[in-house]
């Protein structure tokens, strides 16, 4: 059979179903608030409107009883939640945060955001999540804060993270953001770590187009997290608040339709990760043994929540390049992406050396050597941004049996192409 890239029929011709989460709940929400007039109640100035109106309570109050938290901090984006973490763990200038190089650039860049220095560990090859030895290797009596991201809806080894940090002070700051409705034994993913950060970014599992949820059993913490989020340093006096590290505040309130809609989202959030794991779990089974290809790892005791499906790829035994499997794949029709990110710390910013203002702040600080990113230093997420990892997007509840079916088809095509060619 000739693989439709020389030429052949393609597997597939028609696009995959596209994920829709939106529905007649959320129209009846937005007309609501409209109807009330109050599209956002927040103000910057102490008192009962300084933690947002009836809506953004509402959600955080139904965050922390569906997560079993004691508190949920609403935000207008993870990436504020992120940058708020940090702000409310203490973290500062001279201080270093370890991250993950393999994430969306925001995991890392919060640390910077307070002067500190992201320190990057390596990645498990088997989960792309941190690694706790590299983790391990990578402390130092600067180190203020981890932040590991549940990278692709599969919980990191907390467990073991907490081991390394017990009687430190270190905090750990949980980047939930693409892993809503994952499980570590039992317990929620977002909620493993100090602080836990989830996303209602567009294309995440459950949306409300921008937007994003902090939380935390630490009262401390949660109160610290309100004032970054709104304005903190103008409402210090009248509050009382004598702690006034990193309390310089910001913009990050979410307004009140964006709540009406995550509020809906929220009581759809298992019915939306099941049919993930379900059509994971079916590729999975139809792609064991295929040459080539390791489908994605789960823990013991781990609901993986499938933002993405990522196998490793292995070109030997393949029998071709990455790169010709995946531009054969799509040219049946299957749409595969490669290698996610590129590892952080080959950006500019870092490669350079310049954050904020022209003298290298924070990567050149007066009393310490100067901050250097080079390659060779996370070797595991180098391989597989440039050789191993694939991913599909359409393993979400709009798919059906026949899709993945395709997908099976396509790629057995191009493997069982690869073998003959191979054997001829």
């Known amino acids: 059979m000739t693989l439709a890239i020389d030429g052949g029929t393609p597997i597939r011709q028609r696009p995959f179903p596209e994920y829709r989460t939106i529905g007649d709940e959320e129209k009846r929400a937005v007309m609501a608030v409209l109807d009330s007039g109050v599209l956002s109640q927040f103000v910057g100035v102490w008192g009962p409107d300084f933690l947002g109106g009836p809506r953004v309570r509402a959600l955080e109050a139904a965050w922390s009883e569906y997560f079993g938290t004691a508190h949920a901090v609403t935000m207008n984006s993870a990436t504020s939640g992120l940058y708020a973490a940090v702000g409310a763990a203490g973290v500062g200038p001279g201080d270093e945060v370890i991250v993950s190089p393999y994430t969306m650039s925001a995991s890392a860049a919060a640390a910077l955001v307070y002067g500190a220095i992201p320190v990057f560990a390596d990645i498990e090859p088997a989960t792309f999540c941190l690694d706790p ?7 130092t009596p600067r180190t203020k804060a981890i932040i590991a991201v549940d990278l692709f809806g599969h919980p990191a080894a907390w467990d073991e993270l907490r081991r390394i940090v017990r009687d430190t002070g270190i905090l750990l700051i949980e980047d939930a953001a693409q892993a809503p409705g994952a499980r570590d034994r039992g317990r929620w993913a977002g909620t493993l770590g100090d602080i836990g950060v989830f996303s209602l970014n567009y294309h995440k599992t ?3 187009g921008e937007g994003g949820v902090v939380v935390t059993d630490d009262d401390r913490l949660a109160e610290r997290l309100q004032l970054i989020r709104n304005h903190g340093e103008a409402v210090v006096k009248a509050k009382g608040e004598t702690d006034l590290v990193n309390l310089i505040g ?8 964006e709540a009406a809609i995550a509020l809906e989202q929220l009581k759809k959030l298992e019915e939306l990760v099941v049919p993930r794991v379900r059509a994971a779990d079916y590729l999975t089974a139809k792609l064991a043994g295929a040459p080539g290809l390791t489908p994605p790892a789960v823990r013991p005791d781990v609901r993986h929540g499938y933002y993405v499906y990522a196998l490793r790829f292995d070109a030997a035994g ?13 040219a049946e029709g299957i749409p595969v992406n490669v290698g996610y990110v590129e590892p952080l710390y080959r950006q500019p910013m870092y490669r350079a050396g310049i954050g904020f203002g022209r003298e290298g702040f924070p990567f050149r600080q007066p009393g310490r050597p100067t901050v250097t990113y080079p390659d060779g230093l996370c070797p595991v997420a180098e391989r597989m941004h440039e050789r191993e990892l694939l991913y599909f997007t359409f393993c979400h509840a709009g798919i059906e049996r026949a899709d993945l079916d395709d997908v099976v088809a396509g790629i057995t095509k191009v493997l069982e192409h690869a073998r003959q060619a191979v054997t001829a």
Request: proline share 0%.
């Open 318 to 330: 393949a029998g071709m390049t990455r790169g010709r499997f995946a531009d054969a794949l799509r």
């Open 250 to 257: 910001f913009n990050y309130r979410m307004t009140e339709i």
């Open 206 to 208: 459950i949306h409300c």
């Open 133 to 139: 030895a590299s983790v391990r290797a990578r402390i």
